[in-house]
């Protein structure tokens, strides 16, 4: 006669699966999390209250956790926007390089990037930075903040907007570079009027942009430089 082996003298269950036990997050992801909120918060609360409502307080109550979390990673306002400022940066980079993936490499893509260039300076990051600019006219700790981290956002804007447009993100194209920080000055300034209630002339104004920074690529390009 045969030996049934049964399932539970040997601890299994019949048709049980394994369970896949979920990796514990390490302290430090756990801390990165708790940032990224914070920081996200930071960046709702400048769009829905502008600067001066933007309290510790009120990001800690958005990023769902608690005053003493928030206390931990940024004791202070000031500290809370510096890393806000960095966090907006790359959030527009990441941002542009997401949809920059579905431009055409033709003819159209100066347009294409014109346009998706507008559609993410006129959203809540572009929106966000505005109320910061703004800020740090009148506020000096924001101002100096925002200048001692100006140069790092420089050279990630200018890498992405290089991407952006298919310019090689190496060596020099000095036209372009200028084209580009010409044309974002102009989309803030669009976003002003748009916050004003004024007619920004919107797709005359992005036309003109989109040949400005036509003209720069074919100057480098003459040049040797792109």
């Known amino acids: 006669m045969s030996t049934l082996t049964h399932p539970i003298a040997t601890g299994e269950s019949a048709g049980a699966v394994s369970p896949v036990r979920k990796r514990r997050r390490t302290q430090r ?9 914070l920081l996200d918060a930071t960046v709702a609360s400048l769009v829905d209250l502008g600067y001066v409502g933007t309290t510790t307080t009120e990001v800690a109550q958005r990023a769902g956790v608690s005053r003493g979390a928030q206390l931990h990673h940024f004791p202070t306002k000031a500290q809370l926007v510096t890393r806000a400022i960095e966090h907006l ?11 920059a993936g579905g431009l055409a490499d033709d003819e ?3 347009a294409g990037a014109t346009r998706l260039l507008w559609k993410v300076f006129a959203g809540p990051l572009g929106l966000a930075a505005l109320e910061l600019r703004v800020a740090a006219r009148t506020d000096a700790e924001l101002r100096e903040r925002l200048r001692a981290v100006n140069d790092g956002l420089d050279t990630l804007r200018r890498k992405t907007c290089r991407q952006l447009f298919g310019v090689p993100t190496e060596g020099e194209a000095p036209a372009f570079d200028r084209a580009i920080k010409l044309s974002l000055c102009l989309m803030r300034g669009m976003t002003v009027e748009q916050v004003a209630g ?9 036309a003109m942009v989109e040949r400005m920074v036509a003209t720069a690529i074919a100057e480098d390009a003459a040049a040797g430089r792109a």
């Not at 940066?89 to 949809?99: D, G, K, M, N, S």
């Not at 004024?198 to 992005?206: D, K, P």
């Open 29 to 37: 992801e756990r801390s990165e999390a708790t940032q990224g909120r």
């Open 108 to 110: 159209t893509r100066l």
């Open 198 to 206: 004024a007619a920004a002339e919107e797709s005359a104004l992005l």
């Open 89 to 99: 940066a790359a959030r527009f980079a990441e941002e542009l390089r997401a949809e």
